[in-house]
T-cell receptor
Framework: GAVVSQHPSRVICKSGTSVKIECRSLDFQATTMFWYRQFPKKSLMLMAT?????????EQGVEKDKFLINHASLTLSTLTVTSAHPEDSSFYIC?????????????FGPGTRLTVT | AQSVAQPEDQVNVAEGNPLTVKCTYSVSGNPYLFWYVQYPNRGLQFLLKYITGDNLVKGSYGFEAEFNKSQTSFHLKKPSALVSDSALYFCAVRVTGGGNKLTFGTGTQLKVEL
């Protein structure tokens, strides 16, 4: 299957600082990338959908000024958590999909564990 | 709106026994259905999908799933469970008109014991 990487895998930051997480599709062109948040032993919560070259579409209740998403190329999307607070601590996962015929599945990155102190 | 239900939070099975992880769905139109597996502190791995065609879909690691339109179900199965299959399993359905956006179930923790 297709490979999606995320960097960093773990990050600890102080309250009030910003953190950037990168998501890369390594072997295919990702026309769409998705950002999820996962709480312990819970399902995935979709935060936003981003299409290359367009503004991200945020799910209801997700603050777009706090979670900045950029999808500048067909292989890279970034999520920046601005002015992070302890309640932003979570496991963030990205996924990518293409618009090729029959390519309906999403391929997921390994996730980023964010801890805000 | 589409939805997915995984009625069991946890499934326990002995190694070597068959396993079933249940999933039912609700969607308008033809469903596009997926199963993913997640190991601790990792992202999700794609197992298999049903788009059209044969109701029995075979996927990775010996898993298969049966699409049942009348029961609106897409249960994940494996004939002989391994301890290494212990993980969190998610069923998902493609959002109608949402590109490749997915709606996920709440997940089922599978525990395979010796």
């Amino acid at each position: 299957g297709a490979v999606v990487s995320q960097h960093p895998s773990r990050v600890i930051c102080k309250s009030g600082t910003s953190v950037k997480i990168e998501c890369r599709s390594l072997d295919f062109q990702a026309t769409t990338m998705f950002w999820y948040r996962q709480f312990p032993k819970k399902s995935l919560m979709l935060m936003a959908t981003s299409n290359e070259g367009s503004k991200a579409t945020y799910e209801q209740g997700v603050e777009k000024d706090k979670f900045l998403i950029n999808h500048a190329s067909l292989t890279l999307s970034t999520l920046t958590v601005t002015s992070a607070h302890p309640e932003d601590s979570s496991f963030y996962i990205c996924s990518a999909s293409s618009d090729l015929p029959g390519a309906y599945e999403q391929y997921f990155g390994p996730g980023t564990r964010l801890t805000v102190t | 709106a589409q939805s997915v239900a995984q009625p069991e939070d946890q499934v326990n099975v002995a190694e070597g026994n068959p396993l079933t992880v249940k999933c039912t769905y609700s969607v308008s139109g033809n469903p596009y259905l997926f199963w993913y597996v997640q190991y601790p502190n990792r992202g999700l791995q794609f197992l298999l999908k049903y788009i059209t065609g044969d109701n029995l879909v075979k996927g990775s690691y010996g898993f298969e799933a049966e699409f049942n339109k009348s029961q609106t179900s897409f249960h994940l199965k494996k004939p002989s469970a391994l301890v290494s299959d212990s993980a969190l399993y998610f069923c998902a359905v493609r959002v109608t008109g949402g590109g490749n956006k997915l709606t996920f179930g709440t997940g089922t923790q599978l525990k395979v014991e010796l």
